[in-house]
């Protein structure tokens, strides 16, 4: 039951950030194309931690995305919690996690994202959802919900609609994420982004 609502929850939250995507389509396809950056914003080593789910793209970790420091802004009840997520997904096996009860949010510090940064992807524990979010400026941006089934495992990919906030933001847009919880108590870890241009 729980894995058919994730699986609806996360369809309907797809859909609808391609729906926005497409409403904004017509603002982009009139930019001039060496607005759209297919650079990379920065640097960051790339990995593949999905790879033993079938996932072969290659991501690179969001800032403070492994939660070993206190960089996010935590409101609401969320907390730095002891225990990892148990693949070692950043290549060496960390000591926290996030948790995320109903009504808390996590909000990351800001980072770089152009229309090399479409998806996002996590893992997730416990019971409860989450929903994701990039924020730009006052810009609130869905790019979807993730359901806890009980014990740590990957997220569903989630849209960035980073290629949007590039263009119209020249190029790069800086952003945060911003994780919410919906329901119950969960806990995720080791946020990823995927810029595919260096995929």
């Not at 996010?72 to 990892?84: E, N, P």
């Not at 770089?112 to 997730?124: E, G, L, M, N």
Request: aromatic share 8%.
């Amino acid at each position: 039951m729980i894995h058919s609502a994730g699986r609806l929850i996360t369809t309907v939250s797809v859909a609808c950030t391609l729906g926005a995507t497409a409403a904004l389509a017509p603002i982009v396809s009139d930019a001039q194309a060496n607005v759209v950056n297919l650079k990379t914003c920065h640097p960051s080593a790339l990995s593949q931690p999905f790879a033993p789910w079938l996932d072969p793209a290659k991501y690179e970790l969001a800032p403070g995305g492994d939660f070993e420091s206190a960089r996010w802004t935590l409101t609401g009840g969320a907390k730095r919690v002891a225990g990892s997520e148990p693949y070692a997904a950043t290549g060496t096996l960390g000591h926290y996690s996030l948790s995320l009860p109903a009504g808390s949010s996590a909000r990351s510090p800001l980072t770089c994202v152009d229309a090399a940064y479409p998806s996002i992807r996590f893992f997730i524990a416990g019971k409860g959802s989450v929903a994701v979010n990039v924020v730009d400026g006052s810009s609130v941006i869905p790019a979807g919900v993730a359901v806890a089934g009980g014990k740590w495992w990957p997220s569903p990919v989630m849209l960035t609609s980073s290629a949007v906030l590039g263009t119209l933001s020249g190029g790069t847009a800086q952003v945060s994420l911003t994780f919410t919880g919906l329901s119950g108590s969960p806990r995720i870890d080791d946020v990823f982004v995927d810029p595919w241009s260096r995929g």
